[in-house]
T-cell receptor, first 109, second 112 residues
Framework: DAKTTQPPSMDCAEGRAANLPCNHSTISGNEYVYWYRQIHSQGPQYIIHGLKNNETNEMASLIITEDRKSSTLILPHATLRDTAVYYCIVRGTGNQFYFGTGTSLTVIP | SQTIHQWPATLVQPVGSPLSLECTVEGTSNPNLYWYRQAAGRGLQLLFYSVGIGQISSEVPQNLSASRPQDRQFILSSKKLLLSDSGFYLC???????????FGPGTRLTVT
């Protein structure tokens, strides 16, 4: 039960902003939006999470729409090392992360 | 800082053989611990989680088992491996229930 919809793949030019969309139209009021990424053959890496306010950290920004039905992860200046599969996950107060198939981002030189 | 270790990194085992994968966390106390499996080209499936020593919850019935003999040690085992047990096994930890989880480097298991 992934609860999210993401495009299967995206390309981004190196140095440009990468904007990764996620739809979560059935999200409920107490559910958070999490983003992880997985570089080939490595464990997933936590990026950022939020409830309803926009969030920013050293890795990325998370923009959540006012109705909370969609969000966008922004990598401000993509590098080749950002090539990975990006997972958008909605989770509530339980302890399970349901990883779907994510978006495969390719950063092009 | 906290670190999570898994070993071995890769493993090739024949069908019917036993399995033991180990995960340890450093730099934190009483973490929540998790075992996930990722089949090729697919998302992660939660197998087990533990909120304390000796406390194991199973999410998916299967021929695998988990144990937590020490606070920061989590072990995934099987008495007899099946071909369908092949996959990428990931251990993760979190500070608190419902918090973000941090993953280890994974073990790639191939059952032949």
């Amino acid at each position: 039960d992934a609860k999210t919809t993401q495009p299967p793949s995206m390309d981004c030019a190196e140095g440009r902003a990468a904007n990764l969309p996620c739809n979560h139209s059935t999200i409920s009021g107490n559910e958070y939006v999490y983003w992880y990424r997985q570089i080939h053959s490595q464990g997933p890496q936590y990026i950022i999470h939020g409830l309803k306010n926009n969030e920013t950290n050293e890795m990325a920004s998370l923009i959540i729409t006012e109705d909370r039905k969609s969000s966008t992860l922004i990598l401000p200046h993509a590098t080749l090392r950002d090539t990975a599969v990006y997972y958008c996950i909605v989770r509530g107060t339980g302890n399970q992360f349901y990883f779907g198939t994510g978006t495969s981002l390719t950063v092009i030189p | 800082s906290q670190t999570i270790h898994q070993w071995p990194a890769t493993l090739v085992q024949p069908v019917g053989s036993p399995l033991s994968l180990e995960c340890t966390v450093e730099g934190t106390s009483n973490p929540n611990l998790y075992w996930y499996r990722q089949a090729a080209g697919r998302g992660l499936q939660l197998l087990f989680y533990s909120v304390g020593i000796g406390q194991i919850s199973s999410e998916v019935p299967q021929n695998l088992s988990a144990s937590r003999p020490q606070d920061r040690q989590f072990i995934l085992s099987s008495k007899k491996l099946l071909l369908s047990d092949s996959g990428f096994y990931l251990c993760a930890w979190s500070v608190r229930w419902g918090g973000e989880q941090y993953f280890g480097p994974g073990t790639r298991l191939t059952v032949t």
